[in-house]
């Protein structure tokens, strides 16, 4: 079992940066591949970043490629995500998600466990 809750969102201008950090509560987290998702209002969720349990592969969405990076720390049981260059189309709703290794990593219905997720709201 797995508790995930995120922080770290905010309002801020377009251009500017945000780091979301997601606390993970369980003893396995480190077995866990760990993945960002987003979603906006009347939109479905979508994925955006993700990374393999040691921090070795990280994967990213073509619209946050060169402006997000997904990170760990399995001692603090952490997943982060650095956004930069924001844009208004990066608003959204945040969550963080974790799933065991071997299931495609894009799709949120693979993932086993959710956070309650973080608001992103980029001003233009």
């Known amino acids: 079992q797995v508790q995930l809750v995120e922080s770290g969102g905010g309002l801020v201008q377009a251009g500017g940066s945000l780091r979301l950090s997601c606390a993970a509560s369980g003893r396995t987290f480190s077995s866990y591949f760990m993945g960002w998702f987003r979603q906006a209002p009347g939109k479905e969720r979508e994925f955006v970043a993700a990374i393999s349990w040691s921090g070795g592969r990280t994967y990213y969405a073509d619209s946050v490629k060169g402006r997000f990076t997904i990170s760990r720390d399995n001692a603090k049981n952490t997943v982060y995500l650095q956004m930069s260059s924001l844009k208004p189309e990066d608003s959204a709703v945040y969550y963080c998600?974790?799933?065991?290794?071997?299931?495609?990593?894009?799709?949120?219905?693979?993932?086993?466990?959710w956070g309650p997720g973080t608001q992103v709201t980029v001003s233009s």
């Open positions: 998600a974790a799933k065991p290794a071997g299931r495609d990593y894009t799709r949120a219905y693979e993932y086993d466990y």
